[in-house]
Protein backbone atom coordinates (compact mmCIF):
# COMPACT_ATOMS: atom_id res chain seq x y z
CA UNK A 1 0.00 0.00 0.00
CA UNK A 2 1.23 2.91 -1.20
CA UNK A 3 0.49 6.45 1.14
CA UNK A 4 0.92 10.07 0.07
CA UNK A 5 1.67 12.57 2.51
CA UNK A 6 1.06 16.28 1.68
CA UNK A 7 2.45 19.48 3.46
CA UNK A 8 2.86 23.28 2.28
CA UNK A 9 -0.27 24.84 1.99
CA UNK A 10 -1.66 27.56 4.17
CA UNK A 11 -2.90 31.42 3.56
CA UNK A 12 -0.99 33.93 0.85
CA UNK A 13 -1.65 36.85 -0.11
CA UNK A 14 -2.17 37.26 -4.39
CA UNK A 15 1.42 37.47 -6.07
CA UNK A 16 2.99 35.27 -3.37
CA UNK A 17 4.32 31.96 -3.62
CA UNK A 18 3.64 28.54 -2.03
CA UNK A 19 5.92 25.24 -2.49
CA UNK A 20 3.68 22.21 -1.72
CA UNK A 21 5.52 19.00 -0.75
CA UNK A 22 4.29 14.86 -1.60
CA UNK A 23 6.26 12.32 0.35
CA UNK A 24 5.56 8.87 -0.83
CA UNK A 25 5.86 6.06 1.07
CA UNK A 26 7.15 2.29 -0.88
CA UNK A 27 10.06 1.60 -3.17
CA UNK A 28 8.93 2.07 -6.63
CA UNK A 29 8.53 5.65 -6.31
CA UNK A 30 10.45 6.18 -9.40
CA UNK A 31 8.85 3.87 -11.86
CA UNK A 32 5.23 5.76 -11.51
CA UNK A 33 4.74 9.58 -12.83
CA UNK A 34 2.95 11.89 -10.18
CA UNK A 35 0.45 14.28 -10.27
CA UNK A 36 -1.13 17.46 -8.55
CA UNK A 37 -5.12 18.04 -9.04
CA UNK A 38 -7.17 20.58 -7.15
CA UNK A 39 -10.92 20.83 -6.01
CA UNK A 40 -12.06 24.39 -5.52
CA UNK A 41 -15.48 24.52 -3.47
CA UNK A 42 -18.24 23.76 -5.60
CA UNK A 43 -16.61 23.07 -8.41
CA UNK A 44 -15.19 19.45 -9.66
CA UNK A 45 -11.56 18.32 -9.25
CA UNK A 46 -8.71 19.40 -12.08
CA UNK A 47 -5.51 18.31 -13.05
CA UNK A 48 -2.88 20.75 -12.55
CA UNK A 49 0.52 19.41 -13.67
CA UNK A 50 2.28 16.18 -13.60
CA UNK A 51 6.23 14.49 -13.96
CA UNK A 52 7.09 11.68 -15.35
CA UNK A 53 8.74 8.45 -13.29
CA UNK A 54 12.09 10.05 -14.11
CA UNK A 55 11.33 13.69 -13.93
CA UNK A 56 12.01 13.91 -17.85
CA UNK A 57 8.62 14.63 -18.78
CA UNK A 58 6.42 17.62 -17.32
CA UNK A 59 2.61 18.50 -18.27
CA UNK A 60 0.74 21.51 -16.89
CA UNK A 61 -2.65 23.10 -17.28
CA UNK A 62 -3.12 26.03 -19.43
CA UNK A 63 -3.97 28.26 -16.42
CA UNK A 64 -0.81 28.01 -14.65
CA UNK A 65 2.04 26.94 -17.27
CA UNK A 66 4.48 29.58 -16.35
CA UNK A 67 3.31 30.25 -12.94
CA UNK A 68 3.47 26.77 -11.33
CA UNK A 69 6.56 24.36 -11.52
CA UNK A 70 6.29 20.60 -10.60
CA UNK A 71 9.68 18.88 -9.78
CA UNK A 72 10.65 15.63 -7.93
CA UNK A 73 12.94 14.17 -5.85
CA UNK A 74 13.35 10.21 -6.37
CA UNK A 75 15.56 9.50 -3.62
CA UNK A 76 13.69 11.27 -1.15
CA UNK A 77 10.43 10.09 -2.37
CA UNK A 78 8.77 13.67 -2.97
CA UNK A 79 7.14 15.43 -5.51
CA UNK A 80 6.91 18.93 -5.16
CA UNK A 81 4.78 21.64 -6.81
CA UNK A 82 5.99 25.20 -6.51
CA UNK A 83 3.31 27.86 -7.29
CA UNK A 84 4.04 31.52 -8.19
CA UNK A 85 2.31 34.41 -9.00
CA UNK A 86 -0.68 33.30 -7.12
CA UNK A 87 -3.90 34.17 -7.99
CA UNK A 88 -7.35 33.92 -5.88
CA UNK A 89 -8.82 31.47 -8.19
CA UNK A 90 -5.54 29.07 -7.35
CA UNK A 91 -7.42 28.94 -4.15
CA UNK A 92 -8.12 25.20 -3.56
CA UNK A 93 -7.85 21.83 -2.00
CA UNK A 94 -4.67 20.36 -3.82
CA UNK A 95 -3.90 16.41 -3.86
CA UNK A 96 -0.86 14.60 -4.94
CA UNK A 97 -1.37 11.36 -6.69
CA UNK A 98 0.27 8.34 -7.89
CA UNK A 99 -0.31 7.94 -11.69
CA UNK A 100 -0.69 3.69 -12.85
CA UNK A 101 2.01 5.03 -15.71
CA UNK A 102 5.43 6.02 -15.90
CA UNK A 103 4.83 9.16 -18.42
CA UNK A 104 2.85 12.10 -17.11
CA UNK A 105 -1.32 11.83 -17.12
CA UNK A 106 -4.02 14.64 -17.09
CA UNK A 107 -6.97 12.25 -16.09
CA UNK A 108 -7.96 11.52 -12.28
CA UNK A 109 -8.81 7.56 -13.74
CA UNK A 110 -4.87 7.09 -14.65
CA UNK A 111 -4.31 7.84 -10.86
CA UNK A 112 -5.00 5.28 -8.21
CA UNK A 113 -3.05 6.11 -5.04
CA UNK A 114 -4.18 10.07 -3.55
CA UNK A 115 -3.12 11.79 -0.46
CA UNK A 116 -5.15 13.65 1.89
CA UNK A 117 -5.00 17.22 0.52
CA UNK A 118 -3.72 20.48 1.72
CA UNK A 119 -5.39 23.53 1.14
CA UNK A 120 -4.10 26.51 -0.51
CA UNK A 121 -5.94 29.74 0.31
CA UNK A 122 -5.06 33.54 -2.29
CA UNK A 123 -6.62 36.26 -0.62
CA UNK A 124 -7.08 39.48 -3.19
Known amino acids: QVQLVESGGGLVQAGGSVRLSCAASGRTFSAYAMGWFRQAPGKEREFVAAISGNGGRTFYIDSVKGRFTISRDNAKNTVYLQMNSLKPEDTAVYYC?????????????????WGQGTQVTVSS
Open 97 to 113: ARSTYFNPKNSQYDYNY
